[in-house]
């Protein structure tokens, strides 16, 4: 089992930044991949970004790209979401994902363990 808490949401103006965190705990050792998701109310989640835990490969969704950064801590039980020039379509639940077994990196079914959420506010 592996356990995810998400934190660094919040409020803040188009343009501006915000880190989000995803303390991972458990059996980390098994996982494989892990990634950003995001939920808009009323619409479905989608796939952000991903990272592999070995050797640190990263993918995208076309909108974020050259905006967000996703990365891990060398000991791989923190996730992180930089966010920079957010935008109010930015607005969403944001969720960690972590899979343990590989699969296709932008769908959710390729990830076992989920977190809490955290909520990012942008405005104009």
């Known amino acids: 089992q592996v356990q995810l808490v998400e934190s660094g949401g919040g409020s803040v103006q188009a343009g501006g930044s915000l880190r989000l965190s995803c303390a991972a705990s458990?059996?980390?050792?098994?996982?494989?991949?892990m990634a950003w998701f995001l939920q808009a109310p009323g619409k479905e989640r989608e796939w952000v970004a991903a990272i592999r835990t070995v050797g640190g490969s990263t993918w995208y969704t076309s909108s974020v790209k050259g905006r967000f950064t996703i990365s891990q801590d060398d000991a791989k039980n923190h996730l992180y979401l930089q966010m920079n020039s957010l935008k109010p379509e930015d607005t969403a639940m944001y969720y960690c994902a972590a899979g343990t077994t590989g699969g296709v990196v932008f769908r959710s079914v390729t990830y076992t363990y989920w977190g809490q959420g955290t909520q990012v506010t942008v405005s104009s």
């Open positions: 458990g059996s980390t050792s098994s996982v494989s991949l």
